[in-house]
C-alpha cells in the first residue's frame, strides 16, 4: 500500500471520526454520557454500529472520547478568545460572557455539555466521571486563578477566602443560568446572571470598562 | 370480602408502594428519571417486575409517583420546618440551612432530587420534565416569595428587581453546593455558600440574629 493510501484512509478516518463525535457530544448534552450508546450513536449519526465500534472500540472509549471533543470545543468557543486579554479582570468577564453565550447560544442542544453530564455521572465512579471531574476542575481552577491575579494586581480588593468565594460565587450564577433557563425555555436567566456577575466585580472594585462584556 | 380484608390488601398495597418509591427516588437521583426502568427498580428494590407493573402502571407513571414522592421528603426535610418561623429573612434562612443540609446530609444517594432529574429531564418535553419543573417553578417561587416579603416589611432593602436577583444568586449558591459537593467528594462548598448567602443578606441589610441559621 502507498503512502498516499494509507494518508487517504487515515484521512477518511479522522473525518469518519470527527462526525461521530459532533452527534456523540450533542447526544451526550441531552442524554447524558450513560445515554451514550453505540447503538443510539449509529442511528443519530446515520452510521453502522459495526463502523462505530471499529472506530472507537467500547461505550467507554467512545464516552472519553466525547469528554475531548467537547472539552476542545468549549476551548474554542470560551477560553481562547478570552486569552487574547490581559490575565484578571479583562479576561475573567471575557470569559464569563463567553461561558454564558456558550450556553445561550446553545453550542450543545443540552446546554452546557459538562453541566449535563457531571449531574449524570457524579454518582458513577470510573473513568469517564475521573474526566468530567477533572475536566471541571480545570476550568474552575482558570477561572479562579483569575480572579486570583485580579486581586494580585489590585484590579479588584479580595484576600485569599474571598477570591475562593468569589470564584464559586460567579461559577454558581454561571451554572443557574444554565440550567434555569433550560428549565423555562426563555433567556432571561444570562440577563440575570450577567447583571448579578457585574455588580459583585463592582462591589469589590473592579473598574467598569473592564467588565464592559458584562454589561 | 370484608372491608376488613379490603383496608388489609389496601395498606399492604400502601406499604409497597412507599417501599418501591422509596427505592425509585433514591436510583433516579443517581440514575436519572429515564434511568428509572421497571427492570432497574425491581432490582434494587428486591420485588418482581410484574407486582412493580401492576402497583404502578408504565415507566411514565412510575416516574411521575418518584417526583411526587421525592416532593414530599423535601418538604418534609426543608420546607415544614421552615414554615415553624415567621415568613421573611427567619423562614428564608431557616429554607437556605433545609435545602443546604438536605443535600450534605444525602437524604438521595445522588445529592438533591431535583437538581438531578431536572438536568437528566430539562431537554426532553413531556409530562415527566413538565411535572420536575412544575416542582422547581414552586420551589423557587417559595423562596422569592420570602424574599420579597422580607423586604414588603422592611427586613431587608430591595427593589423588585434586586428581590428577583437576590432569590436568583440565592438558589445558584444552594445548587452549586449541591453539584460541586458531588464533583469534589467534601462537605467544603456547603460551608462557602452558607457564608456567601449570609453576606448577602448582611449586605442588604438583614438583621444578623435571623440569619442564625446560616451562620
Same mark, same amino acid.
Given at each position: 500500500?502507498?503512502?498516499?493510501?494509507?494518508?487517504?484512509?487515515?484521512?477518511?478516518?479522522?473525518?469518519?471520526?470527527?462526525?461521530?463525535?459532533?452527534?456523540?457530544?450533542?447526544?451526550?448534552?441531552?442524554?447524558?454520557?450513560?445515554?451514550?450508546?453505540?447503538?443510539?450513536?449509529?442511528?443519530?449519526?446515520?452510521?453502522?454500529?459495526?463502523?462505530?465500534?471499529?472506530?472507537?472500540?467500547?461505550?467507554?472509549?467512545?464516552?472519553?472520547?466525547?469528554?475531548? %471533543?467537547?472539552?476542545?470545543?468549549?476551548?474554542?468557543?470560551?477560553?481562547?478568545?478570552?486569552?487574547?486579554?490581559?490575565?484578571?479582570?479583562?479576561?475573567?468577564?471575557?470569559?464569563?460572557?463567553? %461561558?454564558?453565550?456558550?450556553?445561550?447560544?446553545?453550542?450543545?442542544?443540552?446546554?452546557?455539555?459538562?453541566?449535563?453530564?457531571?449531574?449524570?455521572?457524579?454518582?458513577?465512579?470510573?473513568?469517564?466521571?475521573?474526566?468530567?471531574?477533572?475536566?471541571?476542575?480545570?476550568?474552575?481552577?482558570?477561572?479562579? %486563578?483569575?480572579?486570583?491575579?485580579?486581586?494580585?494586581?489590585?484590579?479588584?480588593?479580595?484576600?485569599?477566602?474571598?477570591?475562593?468565594?468569589?470564584?464559586?460565587?460567579?461559577?454558581?450564577?454561571?451554572?443557574?443560568?444554565?440550567?434555569?433557563?433550560?428549565?423555562?425555555?426563555?433567556?432571561?436567566?444570562?440577563?440575570?446572571?450577567?447583571?448579578?456577575?457585574?455588580?459583585?466585580?463592582?462591589?469589590?472594585?473592579?473598574?467598569?470598562?473592564?467588565?464592559?462584556?458584562?454589561?
Amino acid at each position: 500500500m502507498s503512502e498516499t493510501t494509507i494518508d487517504r484512509r487515515r484521512a477518511r478516518g479522522d473525518a469518519s471520526r470527527r462526525l461521530i463525535l459532533d452527534s456523540a457530544t450533542d447526544l451526550a448534552s441531552v442524554e447524558g454520557l450513560d445515554g451514550l450508546t453505540i447503538g443510539r450513536l449509529a442511528e443519530s449519526a446515520g452510521m453502522s454500529k459495526s463502523s462505530i465500534a471499529t472506530l472507537f472500540g467500547g461505550k467507554e472509549a467512545l464516552q472519553l472520547a466525547a469528554v475531548d %471533543a467537547a472539552a476542545e470545543i468549549f476551548r474554542g468557543a470560551v477560553v481562547d478568545p478570552a486569552r487574547e486579554l490581559p490575565r484578571g479582570v479583562e479576561r475573567l468577564a471575557k470569559l464569563l460572557r463567553g %461561558a454564558l453565550d456558550y450556553s445561550r447560544n446553545r453550542v450543545f442542544t443540552g446546554g452546557c455539555f459538562f453541566a449535563a453530564t457531571a449531574a449524570d455521572m457524579d454518582s458513577k465512579p470510573g473513568p469517564v466521571r475521573d474526566a468530567v471531574r477533572g475536566w471541571l476542575r480545570d476550568w474552575y481552577g482558570y477561572l479562579e %486563578a483569575q480572579v486570583r491575579h485580579a486581586a494580585e494586581a489590585g484590579q479588584i480588593t479580595a484576600d485569599a477566602s474571598t477570591v475562593r468565594r468569589l470564584a464559586f460565587e460567579l461559577i454558581a450564577l454561571d451554572n443557574e443560568a444554565n440550567s434555569r433557563s433550560l428549565l423555562i425555555g426563555d433567556d432571561s436567566p444570562y440577563v440575570i446572571a450577567a447583571s448579578a456577575m457585574r455588580e459583585k466585580l463592582l462591589a469589590v472594585g473592579a473598574e467598569p470598562a473592564a467588565l464592559e462584556p458584562l454589561a
